[in-house]
C-alpha cells in the first residue's frame, strides 16, 4: 500500500512514519512518497526517518520528490499536511492580528482565517490533481483549519476527503484516564466543528461517567482542560470543552497573554525549527533523529502555552508532552477502509444529517463509522443553543472564506473576517484584509 504526504518536509512527519513502523499488520503500507516544494527540508525529513527505520525489519520504503504530480501516482492514501506560507507566514498572521488587538492564532478567529484564505487555493488543486491522477485514492487531511480545509477539498473529492485532528481524542484519553476507563473502552459523545467541539458524554457499557467528573471540583482541577477552564465553568457547561475554546470564552485574557509575551507561538515554532533544519543541513553526517526529538519535546512543552499563562494553569503534565495520537488515528482511519476493518473514530467529515442546523455538505468534527466504504458521521443529540449559535456563526464565516477564495473577492473576505465572534469590528476587518494582503504575496488575488 503506497501512502503519499504532502508537506512531507513538514516537522511531524517522523510521527506518522512512527505508527507506520509500528504497524506489522498484513496488507500494512509498504511504500512512503514524501512531497514538498522545499528540496532541503525533505531531505532533512528524510534523514530522520532512516534513523527511525534503522534496525526494523522491512520498514515501508521512502521515497522524496518536489513533483507533486509524480507524488500523486498510483496513490493509494494521500495526507495532505501542507503548510502555505511555512512558519513565517504563521508568526505574520499572528502579528498582524495582535496590532489590530485581536486574536491571531493559526486556527481561531483573524489569523485562521488569513491561514485559510492562503490556504484553500492549494487545497483545491491538489483535490483537483487527486481526482485526475489517483481517483480511487482517500485524502486524510491534516492541514489547518483543518475544518475549512477538508470542506474545501470535499467540494471536489466528495467523502473521498476526510480530516483528522489530535485535540479531541487527547480530550478522550485525559478523561477516560481520571475515571479509570482505558480509552478504548469509552464511547465520546462529541461534537462540533474541529477546534470548536464539546464532550458531552463518556460511556462505558451504557453508563455516562461524565456527570461524576463534572461532580468532583478537585478531579475537574487537576488536567489540563479544568485548569485551563476552571471547574466552575465546566459546571456551568456541564461538558469538557475542546481546549481550543479558550480562545472564545477567555479572549480577552489570552490575547492580553500574547501581546505581553516575548514572541508568538508561530514565531517561536519557526526560530525553533529553523534550527533544526539548519543543523542538520550543516552537519550531513550527525544522526538526525536526536536533534528531531529533542526539538519535538521543546516544541509540546510550549504547546498553548499563552492559554495556560492567562488560565494560571501551570505547565503541561508530563503525560501530555507525547504526541496527542493523530498519527494513531491516521493509522487507525486507514486500516479500517483499506481491509474494511470497522471501527469508530472522532473525524471531519460531512454533516449529511447529523446537525439539523447545518446543511448535508457542512463538514463537522464527530464520531464516525468507518468501514472499507469510508467515514459516515453517527447520529448525536442536538448541542446546547449557546454552542449552536457558536457553531453556527462560525460555519458561516468558513463558507464566507471558502466563497472568497472561489471569487477573489475582498469584500467577501472583508466579510469573513467582521463576521467571526472574534472580531470585533467591520473596520478592523477591513484593516485585517489590507494587513494581510500586505504580509502575504499569495493575497494578492484579493481585489
Known amino acids: 500500500m503506497r501512502l503519499v504526504i504532502l508537506g512531507g518536509g513538514g516537522f511531524r512527519v517522523p510521527l506518522v512514519y512512527r505508527a507506520l513502523l509500528g504497524d506489522r499488520a498484513e496488507g500494512r503500507v509498504t511504500e512512503v512518497v514524501l512531497h514538498d516544494v522545499d528540496a532541503g527540508r525533505l531531505d532533512a525529513i528524510a534523514r530522520v526517518l532512516a534513523d527511525q527505520a534503522a534496525g526494523v525489519p522491512d520498514a515501508p520504503a521512502v521515497r522524496v520528490t518536489t513533483d507533486l504530480d509524480e507524488a500523486l501516482r498510483g496513490a493509494d492514501f494521500v495526507f495532505s499536511a501542507i503548510r502555505v506560507g511555512g512558519l513565517a507566514g504563521r508568526a505574520a498572521d499572528e502579528r498582524v492580528a495582535l496590532a489590530e488587538g485581536v486574536l491571531g492564532q493559526e486556527t481561531v478567529g483573524a489569523g485562521g482565517i488569513a491561514y485559510g484564505l492562503r490556504t484553500v487555493p492549494v487545497a483545491v488543486d491538489i483535490a483537483r490533481r487527486v481526482k485526475r491522477l489517483a481517483p480511487d485514492a482517500?485524502?486524510?487531511?491534516?492541514?489547518?483549519?483543518?475544518?475549512?480545509?477538508?470542506?474545501?477539498?470535499?467540494?471536489?473529492?466528495?467523502?473521498?476527503?476526510?480530516?483528522?485532528?489530535?485535540?479531541?481524542?487527547?480530550?478522550?484519553?485525559?478523561?477516560?484516564?481520571?475515571?479509570?476507563?482505558?480509552?478504548?473502552?469509552?464511547?465520546?459523545?462529541?461534537?462540533?466543528?474541529?477546534?470548536?467541539?464539546?464532550?458531552?458524554?463518556?460511556?462505558?457499557d451504557g453508563r455516562d461517567l461524565l456527570p461524576a467528573l463534572l461532580a468532583d471540583r478537585d478531579l475537574l482541577g487537576s488536567f489540563e482542560e479544568g485548569k485551563l477552564f476552571g471547574a466552575d465553568w465546566l459546571q456551568s457547561l456541564g461538558a469538557i470543552p475542546n481546549e481550543y475554546l479558550h480562545y472564545y470564552y477567555f479572549n480577552r485574557e489570552t490575547v492580553a497573554a500574547y501581546q505581553r509575551?516575548?514572541?508568538?507561538?508561530?514565531?517561536?515554532?519557526?526560530?525553533?525549527?529553523?534550527?533544526?533544519?539548519?543543523?542538520?543541513?550543516?552537519?550531513?553526517?550527525?544522526?538526525?533523529?536526536?536533534?528531531?526529538?529533542?526539538?519535538?519535546?521543546?516544541?509540546?512543552?510550549?504547546?498553548?502555552?499563552?492559554?495556560?499563562?492567562?488560565?494560571?494553569?501551570?505547565?503541561?503534565?508530563?503525560?501530555?508532552?507525547?504526541?496527542?495520537?493523530?498519527?494513531?488515528?491516521?493509522?487507525?482511519?486507514?486500516?479500517?477502509i483499506a481491509h474494511d476493518e470497522r471501527t469508530t473514530l472522532i473525524l471531519n467529515v460531512r454533516n449529511r444529517t447529523t446537525?439539523?442546523?447545518?446543511?448535508?455538505?457542512?463538514?463537522?468534527?464527530?464520531?464516525?463509522?468507518?468501514?472499507?466504504?469510508?467515514?459516515?458521521?453517527?447520529?448525536?443529540?442536538?448541542?446546547?443553543?449557546?454552542?449552536?449559535?457558536?457553531?453556527?456563526?462560525?460555519?458561516?464565516?468558513?463558507?464566507?472564506?471558502?466563497?472568497?477564495?472561489?471569487?477573489?473577492?475582498?469584500?467577501?473576505?472583508?466579510?469573513?473576517?467582521?463576521?467571526?465572534?472574534l472580531v470585533d469590528s467591520v473596520s478592523v476587518a477591513r484593516r485585517l484584509v489590507d494587513g494581510y494582503r500586505a504580509a502575504h504575496p499569495g493575497l494578492a488575488y484579493l481585489n
Not at 162 to 168: E, L, R, T, V
Not at 284 to 299: H, K, L, M, S, Y
Not at 306 to 334: F, I, K, T
Not at 372 to 391: I, K, Y
Open 138 to 204: 482517500w485524502v486524510i487531511n491534516f492541514t489547518n483549519p483543518a475544518g475549512l480545509v477538508t470542506e474545501a477539498m470535499s467540494r471536489h473529492i466528495g467523502d473521498r476527503a476526510i480530516g483528522i485532528c489530535d485535540s479531541p481524542v487527547g480530550l478522550g484519553r485525559r478523561v477516560a484516564g481520571l475515571l479509570g476507563v482505558a480509552p478504548g473502552r469509552a464511547w465520546l459523545d462529541y461534537v462540533g466543528l474541529n477546534h470548536l467541539g464539546w464532550l458531552r458524554g463518556l460511556e462505558v
Open 261 to 336: 509575551a516575548e514572541r508568538t507561538r508561530g514565531a517561536f515554532l519557526h526560530d525553533q525549527q529553523a534550527r533544526f533544519y539548519d543543523t542538520l543541513r550543516d552537519h550531513p553526517d550527525a544522526p538526525a533523529f536526536p536533534a528531531w526529538d529533542a526539538t519535538r519535546a521543546e516544541r509540546e512543552a510550549t504547546y498553548m502555552a499563552a492559554s495556560r499563562e492567562a488560565a494560571g494553569a501551570g505547565e503541561r503534565a508530563p503525560e501530555d508532552l507525547e504526541s496527542g495520537g493523530y498519527e494513531g488515528v491516521a493509522l487507525a482511519l486507514m486500516r479500517a
Open 355 to 421: 446537525l439539523s442546523v447545518l446543511d448535508a455538505d457542512a463538514v463537522i468534527e464527530v464520531p464516525c463509522l468507518v468501514d472499507a466504504g469510508g467515514a459516515r458521521p453517527v447520529s448525536v443529540a442536538p448541542l446546547p443553543a449557546h454552542a449552536t449559535g457558536l457553531v453556527c456563526a462560525v460555519k458561516a464565516v468558513e463558507r464566507e472564506v471558502l466563497a472568497a477564495a472561489e471569487s477573489g473577492s475582498r469584500a467577501t473576505a472583508v466579510k469573513a473576517f467582521a463576521l467571526h465572534p
